[in-house]
């Protein structure tokens, strides 16, 4: 019913609609984004993070948000391939407890991560079709206030593939520094939450700090 109803898209985005519509049988069934609004990029607004602190994050449009919880999806399905089960907490739970028991294993939670990820920062790690796709859907634009700014990172909080996206750049570059730098061990990730080797801190951290971590 809320599909079925005007779907706000940006222009990008549009360009995947009919495609939507050869594949869905539901939605093509009910008629969904046949009433399209079309605008420039999402809102933004605020959530309490503390009592003194507020969270920023973004309402996509619908379509965009719609392709974005897809690829949200895939990327969760191919990471369970690899060890990496995002709907899942209580493995890095257990290895953060594990950690503070032993010191072999240290947590790692960058500060504001998802805000970090530049738009040259998934060009120069992702295959050029799945950069192209993920730039198509993501909104380039937000509104603060009424005004439209062009954003510098890749996809905000709210976004329906940043969880993942970031989950799949951070578990990349720790196994790629821990394989050039031949230490072994436990690598795990949850969103921006990461542990790895004690011994590998240093690396990553110099690593993370270059791509602007």
């Not at 809320?2 to 898209?9: H, L, S």
């Not at 948000?65 to 191919?78: E, F």
């Not at 947590?107 to 050029?128: G, H, N, Y």
Request: proline fraction near 3%; charged fraction near 25%; glycine fraction near 6%.
């Amino acid at each position: 019913r809320k599909f079925v109803d005007m779907a706000d898209v940006t222009d990008s985005a549009e360009l995947y609609v009919d495609l939507i519509h050869a594949n869905s049988p539901v939605i093509r069934r009910y008629g969904a984004f046949t009433r399209l609004n079309r605008v420039k990029g999402n809102i933004l607004f605020t959530v309490p993070k503390k009592d003194d602190i507020d969270r920023c994050a973004c309402k996509e449009p619908d379509i965009n948000m719609y392709l974005q919880k897809g690829v949200g999806s895939h990327i969760r399905r191919r990471l369970r391939r690899f060890g990496i089960d995002l709907n899942d907490q209580s493995k890095n739970r257990f290895l953060a407890k594990t950690g503070s028991i032993t010191n072999q294993l240290a947590t790692v939670d960058m500060s504001s991560a998802s805000d970090s990820i530049s738009i040259e920062v998934v060009r120069s790690l992702l295959p050029c079709d799945w950069f192209d796709y993920l730039d198509d859907i993501r909104s380039h634009y937000t509104d603060i206030d009424g005004t439209f700014r062009q954003l510098g990172m890749f996809s905000s909080m709210g976004n329906g593939f940043t969880f993942e996206l970031e989950s799949l750049i951070f578990l990349s570059l720790a196994r790629t520094t821990a394989y050039f730098e031949g230490i072994p061990g436990i690598i795990s990730i949850y969103g921006d939450d990461l542990i790895i080797p004690s011994c590998l801190f240093d690396m990553c951290e110099f690593v993370f700090s270059w791509f602007g971590f």
